[in-house]
């Protein structure tokens, strides 16, 4: 039985090298990106980044008993 990979849902642009003559040029470029993707979109991927870098699952967490403390 093969095991598919999930991965998270992301819009990727085809793939195409661009060139911008200037970092103010690119910064603008990605902040009209953002401000064309939907924002319960961009929170979804925020949070499978989260959850990537803290190497869980949805299921893990749900699984913890909520507790007041914050840990360091």
Do not use: C, G, W
């Not at 642009?13 to 970092?23: A, D, G, Q």
């Not at 040029?25 to 009209?32: A, F, G, L, V």
């Not at 925020?46 to 870098?53: S, Y």
């Amino acid at each position: 039985m093969k095991k598919k990979l999930k991965e998270p849902e992301v819009a990727y642009e085809p793939r195409k090298i661009r060139v911008f003559h200037s970092f103010e040029e690119q910064e603008e470029y990605e902040i009209s990106l953002l401000h064309k993707q939907n924002p319960l979109d961009r929170i979804k991927e925020t949070v499978e980044l989260i959850l990537r870098v803290y190497n869980t699952s949805r299921e893990e967490l749900s699984k913890k008993k909520s507790t007041n403390r914050i840990k360091f």
